[in-house]
Structures are given as structure tokens and as C-alpha cells.
């Protein structure tokens, strides 16, 4: 299945959620000055405008960057929300809120010298937005490859990986009920070939419930260190419908970042709203 496209959802809170995980665990790797490989299994593209027909459409950046966006002056003084804010504003138009970064983006712009960035997009219109965009710094266009394809099944070809250290984002749309089972199975596989790589794995939080047996059979992989957070933004009724929580598991968690993340997780929830909430524990410990 082909159909999804994320310019639709760009920015909403679950954007927030999963980027600055991202955006927080690639800062942690890089104090460090030995290589790095960052892996996007799932692109999308680099950057969505807020005025495009899809973004307009259903406008769910209102209730996620936007409402952070407004506050940013008061959230400056929390450093990870501070920083966070800070390298999107260098995407802005002054005091204008013109654009959403995509994880391309949120990796990308922080690639060094010495670091390298594959980007896997399988739909072909999001991948010709995708090479259209520019995510690296004009000197490291040479340290980006984008491959049109399957990202899972890339991402286990493409290891182990020439840099001693590897970061990789797993992002599927979880269209398909079967992907909730084939990320773990992608993990399975990776993992055997590079076990110290830092990965970060992104699901919604839907009525069906359909992530329990993904976090069930990563509970019995093997796998050991799965960091689990889960934001709400709204308790789950019987009438809830679509997406209503965002979760992200983080495979061998850099020191401290658990404590830097909720710390600012709890500072943006009450932008996000009075009923919204976070959890966070070890899915599996050492």
C-alpha cells in the first residue's frame, strides 16, 4: 500500500513527540567525535509548508508545533524544549510559523564531516520531494544517499555499516496491521548485525490497539535496553476515535536522555492540553 502521505499530518503532536526524541538522541551521539551513520527507514520528506492543500487540509500542526510555537519564549528556559525550538526557528520566516521539518531534516541538519545519512522512501512522489529537498549542509551532500525502496528490508541489507557508530529512526505509517509485526522482525535482524546502534522506533496510539502485540513480541525478542515513552493527548474512551497517543521506543538509550526527555515532555504537555499526559519505562531493561 502506497497511499499515505504525512504532509496531511505534519506537525501535529505526534510530529512533536517523535522529533524531539530524535532531535534529543542525535545531539547526545554527536558530543561524541567518532562517526556516526544515521538511517531513516521511512522519509517522507524534508520539509512540508503549512500553507500546502495537504497541511491545510486537515490542519493538525494547530494543536502540536503551532501551539509550541506560540509559547517558545516561555519554554526557553527548558533546555532540551529551548534547543529544540531554537533549530526550528532557523526554517521560519522571523515570527512566522511557515513550515514543518521532516525527520530527513531533523537528522540531516546535523550530519558532520565525518557522519553519514541514508534516507529510505518507498512511495514515489513523496521520494521525488524528497531528492527535490535539500536536508544537509551544501558541504555534505556527499554524505547523503537516498534510495527509493523498502526501508526495513533496506535497513538490514545496509548492515553493518562502515562508521563504528549507527543511529536509525523507524517511522512506518502502520497502514498495514502486519507492519506492527514486521518492525519486530526488522529489529529482530538488525540487531543480531549491529547490537550497540541506538534506534528509535515510532507507533500511534489507536483505539484498536494494535501496538500491545508489538511491544508483547519486542518483550520476548531478546532484545534487551527498549525504552518506552507514550504521550497522551487524551485518556482513550469508547468513543475515542483516530489517533489519541504517540509512542516511541528507544533501543539502547543514551545516559541521561530519559531524564532530559521527560523534563521536557512534562513542560510542553500543559501547551498541549489540560488532558494530555506522559508515561515513560524500561519495555525491557538490561
Not at 551521539?29 to 512540508?48: C, E, M, N, V
Not at 557522519?115 to 527535490?132: I, K, M, N, S, V
Not at 501496538?211 to 519486542?218: K, T, V
Request: with cysteine; hydrophobic share 40%; proline share 6%.
Amino acid at each position: 500500500m502506497l497511499s499515505y502521505q504525512h504532509a496531511y499530518h505534519a506537525g501535529n503532536f505526534a510530529d512533536v513527540h517523535k522529533h524531539l526524541c530524535t532531535y534529543a538522541a542525535a545531539e547526545h551521539l554527536l558530543r561524541k567525535k567518532s562517526p556516526i551513520t544515521f538511517i531513516d527507514t521511512h522519509a517522507g520528506r524534508g520539509s512540508y509548508p503549512l500553507t500546502a492543500r495537504e497541511t491545510e487540509q486537515l490542519q493538525e500542526y494547530r494543536d502540536g508545533v503551532e501551539r509550541l510555537w506560540k509559547e517558545r519564549r516561555q519554554l526557553q528556559d527548558q533546555p532540551l524544549l529551548g534547543q529544540w525550538l531554537e533549530a526550528l526557528g532557523a526554517l521560519q520566516e522571523g515570527e512566522r510559523l511557515v513550515c514543518y521539518p521532516g525527520s530527513p531534516w531533523w537528522l540531516g541538519s546535523r550530519v558532520r564531516d565525518q557522519d553519514r545519512l541514508t534516507l529510505f522512501e518507498l512511495h514515489p512522489g513523496e521520494h521525488r520531494h524528497l531528492a527535490e529537498q535539500s536536508v544537509v549542509a551544501p558541504e555534505h551532500e556527499g554524505k547523503l544517499r537516498r534510495v527509493h525502496g523498502d526501508g526495513l528490508e533496506g535497513l538490514v541489507k545496509a548492515l553493518p555499516v562502515a562508521t563504528p557508530r549507527l543511529c536509525v529512526l523507524i517511522d512506518p505509517s502502520f497502514e498495514r496491521k502486519d507492519e506492527y509485526l514486521e518492525v519486530v522482525e526488522t529489529l529482530r535482524q538488525a540487531m543480531r548485525k549491529a547490537r550497540h546502534a541506538v534506534v528509535l522506533v515510532w507507533y500511534p496510539l489507536l483505539p484498536a490497539g494494535r501496538h500491545r502485540a508489538m511491544l508483547e513480541a519486542l518483550g520476548g525478542s531478546g532484545i534487551r535496553k527498549i525504552w518506552r515513552s507514550e504521550v497522551c493527548r487524551e485518556p482513550p474512551t469508547h468513543a475515542t476515535h483516530g489517533m489519541y497517543g504517540s509512542g516511541m521506543l528507544v533501543i539502547n538509550l543514551p545516559w541521561g536522555l530519559d531524564q532530559a526527555l521527560e523534563a521536557a515532555i512534562q513542560r510542553w504537555l500543559p501547551v498541549l492540553g489540560a488532558q494530555s499526559s506522559h508515561r515513560s519505562s524500561w519495555l525491557v531493561e538490561e
